[in-house]
Structures are given as structure tokens and as C-alpha cells.
């Protein structure tokens, strides 16, 4: 008997090798055909800017869900909306509509549940974290100004930048009066423990700093402090330059900023209401109508 199991056993083994085998080389074909699929996949979306370009970047948000955590209520349910590269594109709507949600999961400090996001037209769970985030600039509401020079301050994340870029930086951001102004100049400590600066100064050499690292989209929320006529005039001006060249997404609470918007977003609730120019917004939008009555200055 025990010869007989040996028998078999010996002639069941190369069977089973055979098959083995035959399943390997299945795969091995399978995989081949996946690689040829692959390598006729065009290498980036169509309308997509290159990878390490300065070109502007597009956003896309198609039926995005989102919640916080699991026991938490859903944030963003189903958004859609679309940001073509280049131009100026302002969220608004009443606090807790979803907009800062909108910047973190841009910028993705947190995952979707559900649908598509897409940066520059390719999937931004595609994106290598480091090249995403050397992709967007973000300035920060009521940015602080840290302890040190305003040149510090402006290359705080930028250290490789000529003296011709940070020129051009602070031409860019209106900056110039407040340089000349400066007891020395660039070299003056500002913040805290230097002059001080107003909020709309504040906010411009956030801009300024956001700008030497070459953002090919730059989130901006918008400062809520008052600013002066003069002040609002040049953030105006500053944000319109900035749109002329790359993409720029605000969170608006300034009707200055949403009036030169080449489009609105309307969120409230966690959805997108309505999208359109200022003056189709205030026509067609009831909430758009309440918030610009309040001139935005709402959250
Ligand atoms: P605001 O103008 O007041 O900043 P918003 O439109 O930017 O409002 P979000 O900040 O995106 O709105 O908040 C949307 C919803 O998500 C709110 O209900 C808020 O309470 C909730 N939320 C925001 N951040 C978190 C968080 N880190 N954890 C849990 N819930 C959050």
C-alpha cells in the first residue's frame, strides 16, 4: 500500500507543478497584456500641465463626499464644482457651508469618502504628497507675521530665491511703500518685536511669501480683519495680478474680491448651491443677494 501511495504520489507532483506552472505562466501573459494597457495609457490626462511646470493648475470636485470621521455628520455631500487654470475663483457662503473643507482636502490633509478630486486634471490621490505641496500655496487667514526681518519673513520658505524674485515679489504684493518706510529697509525686524503691521500689510507679505515658492495654485483665505480703502484697493489689485498668471482660489469674505471673481462659488450646508459671475450670482442666487447685502464679512 505504502509503495502504492508513493506511486501516486510521484505522479500527482508533476501534475500538480504542471498546473502550477500553467496558472504562473497565465499570470506572467496577464500581467504583460496589464503593462502593454499601461504603456498605452496617455501619460497624463488630456488638458493636464506638466508635471514640474509653472504652468497653472485646474481643480476639479466631482460629487465629493466627505465627513470628518466616521461618527461625525457628513461635511461636503456630493460637491461638484470646477476651477480651469488660471483666474480668480472665490468661495463664499454662511460659516460651516464646508469652504475651509474644501482647502484641506485640497491640500489633502484629509481623504475623501467618495467621488473624484482632480489638481491639474490627474487624480489627487495620484499626486506624491511632496509634489503636491510644493504644487499649491496657501495663505492662512490673518497670518501671523513671525519674529525677525521682513526679508525672513518673506523667504521663510523660499531660501533659494534671488534677490530679483523677492523683488519681484514684493512689486507683485504692492509692498514697495512699506519697504521704503522701514527704518532699514528689508533688514527691519517686523512683528511683535519690530513695527508692527496692519492686517492688509499682514496678509500681502503672506501673498508675497506663498509667491517665491512658485505656486502653480495658490488657496487664499482671504483675511477677515477691516481693512482700510487703501489697503482693500491693493489687496484687489495684488490678487487680480496673481490671477493673471496662476490659479488662485479664495475663500471670500471681501464683496471687492468676489465683484472681480471670473466665477462664485456658492456653498451652504455642505453642497454647492450655485456658480456663476457676480452679477449672474445676484441676479439668479438668493443667499448670493443676502450675502453680498452683508458684504460678505459674514464668517
Ligand atoms: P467658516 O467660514 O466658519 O470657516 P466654512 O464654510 O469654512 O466655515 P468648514 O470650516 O469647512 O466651513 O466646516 C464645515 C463643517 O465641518 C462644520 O460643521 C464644522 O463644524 C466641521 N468641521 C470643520 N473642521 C472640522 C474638524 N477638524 N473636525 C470635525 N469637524 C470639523
Known sequence: LIAFLLYLFYLVMPIGQLIQGGVQLQQG???????????DLPA?????????????????FDDVVFRYGDDRPVVHDGVSFEVPPGGLTALVGPSGAGKSTVFALLERF????????TIG???????????????????????????????????????????DELNRAI???????????????????????GVLLSGGERQRVAIARALLRKPRLLLLDEATSQLDAVNELRLREVIAEVAAETTVLVIAHRLSTV???DRIVVMEG????????????VGADELYRELAATQFLVS
Do not use: C
Open 29 to 39: 501573459l496577464a500581467a504583460m497584456k496589464r503593462i502593454k494597457e499601461i504603456e
Open 121 to 163: 486634471g490627474r487624480d489627487i490621490r495620484d499626486w506624491p504628497l511632496s509634489e503636491l505641496r510644493s504644487t499649491l500655496g496657501y495663505v492662512e487667514q490673518d497670518a501671523p507675521v513671525l519674529a525677525g526681518t521682513l526679508r525672513e519673513n518673506l523667504l521663510f520658505a523660499a531660501q533659494e530665491a534671488t534677490e
Open 171 to 193: 512689486a507683485r504684493t504692492r509692498l514697495d511703500d512699506l519697504v521704503a518706510r522701514l527704518p532699514e529697509g528689508l533688514d527691519t525686524a517686523v512683528g511683535h518685536r
Open 270 to 281: 455642505g453642497g454647492v448651491r450655485a456658480v456663476g459671475t457676480h452679477a449672474e450670482l
Open 259 to 261: 465683484t472681480n471673481a
Open 110 to 117: 484629509y481623504e475623501h469618502q467618495a467621488g473624484l478630486i
Open 44 to 60: 497624463e490626462p488630456v488638458g493636464a500641465a506638466p508635471a514640474g511646470s509653472d504652468e497653472p493648475v485646474g481643480v476639479t
